[in-house]
Nanobody, 118 residues
Framework: QVQLEESGGGLVQAGGSLRLSCAASGRTSSIYRMGWFRQAPGKEREYVVHITWRGGSTYYSDSVKGRFTISRDNAKNTMYLQMNSLKAEDTAVYYC???????????WGQGTQVTVSS
């Protein structure tokens, strides 16, 4: 099994930056891709971005393209999300997830709160 733990959330003013981290442990050799989803209050969880674990290809939702950057450190089994030019609408709980093969996402981390004040 794979376990995921996020860190790095917090409160920031609009226009500011935050960096999230997601550390993977356990059977990390089974990871094919890793990504971030977010869920704002009263809304469904939405896809944000993901990266393929070996090749490093990246994919972004239109809402964050040009502002967020995903990266990974395979040696540390850690994924990062650099978030710049944050907006109030980026406020959400951010969840780290892994893809172990196929289309489904899972397992999931416990989530980390990001709050952007306007």
């Amino acid at each position: 099994q794979v376990q995921l733990e996020e860190s790095g959330g917090g409160l920031v003013q609009a226009g500011g930056s935050l960096r999230l981290s997601c550390a993977a442990s356990g059977r990390t050799s089974s990871i094919y891709r890793m990504g971030w989803f977010r869920q704002a209050p009263g809304k469904e969880r939405e896809y944000v971005v993901h990266i393929t674990w070996r090749g490093g290809s990246t994919y972004y939702s239109d809402s964050v393209k040009g502002r967020f950057t995903i990266s990974r450190d395979n040696a540390k089994n850690t994924m990062y999300l650099q978030m710049n030019s944050l907006k109030a609408e980026d406020t959400a709980v951010y969840y780290c997830t892994a893809g172990l093969g196929g289309a489904a996402w899972g397992p999931w981390g416990q989530g980390t709160q990001v709050t952007v004040s306007s």
